[in-house]
């Protein structure tokens, strides 16, 4: 898998909750745009940004590869997404109109196939994205794992104790449930911590702890010997530093030593390069 190509006839696209980004390779050039979405986001607006974005291209592509916030039945029907529930039942027809072939895959298990590159020697590959929500890929000797029908691997709706009772992940660790806890958006959030507010601190400090605990439990179930942890969420300060310290007091010494920690190496991009690799990988 070529993971910066100098060109490609395929477009890469990483919807995310509040972004999409969308990226392009052509004779040594770089095309990338962002654009905002929302849980209020539509397919409509959704197709007329990529329309805009192809418009602009200096080539016509072949086969646009998606990467989706949900469940991906097979490559070309959207099941559901928490993040933007109007993409639910979304096929990959309603896209490309026959101009150009559209593959969808799920967000995090396109990051996995682009780190699975970069960490080529990895047996158990784990990349876990906290943005909005959480979710996980995992490859095994640089395959995808994916389970019955690709939807394995859903750390953020495995569930956790809490104080007030049984939790999803998500709902204790993510973007979202950490402004709900602070009552603010995302800006005054990042306002709040770059002030030494203690409240604000003390709510990503309890939300690294509940992952941290998730992340041990990812690793005894999966015993990786490469763990990638990423997504906006987790660069909140002090957030990456404390989940690391949690599940390292919560994991079996052999599981922890034998796993390697690391960020993703393109952690703007890295969604959008894996959904490139997936499309041009279903390109006759």
Known sequence: MTITPQTSATVGVDIGGTKMHM???HNGRRFERRVPTGRDYTPEALRGALDAFIAELPFAPRSVGMAVPGLVEGDSKIVISNPIPALGGVDAAFFGRGRYAVRFCNDVAAAAMAEA???SAA???????????????????GKLLMGSRGWGNDLGFHVINTADGVKRVNDVCGGAAILAAAGCSAEAMQNRL???DGEAQAVITQAAKFFGYALSNALHLYNPDVA???????????YYETALATAKAWTLP????CCVFARPYDPERIAALGA????NSGRA
């Open 194 to 196: 770059a002030a030494g």
């Open 254 to 257: 052999p599981h922890w030593d």
């Open 117 to 119: 590159a970069v960490h």
């Open 228 to 238: 990638i942890i990423g997504g906006g969420t987790s660069y909140y300060p002090g």
């Open 276 to 279: 490139m690799a997936f499309g």
């Open 23 to 25: 990226l392009a390779h």
């Open 123 to 141: 047996r158990t590959l784990l990349v876990i994205l906290i943005g909005t929500y959480i979710g996980m890929g995992v490859c095994v000797n």
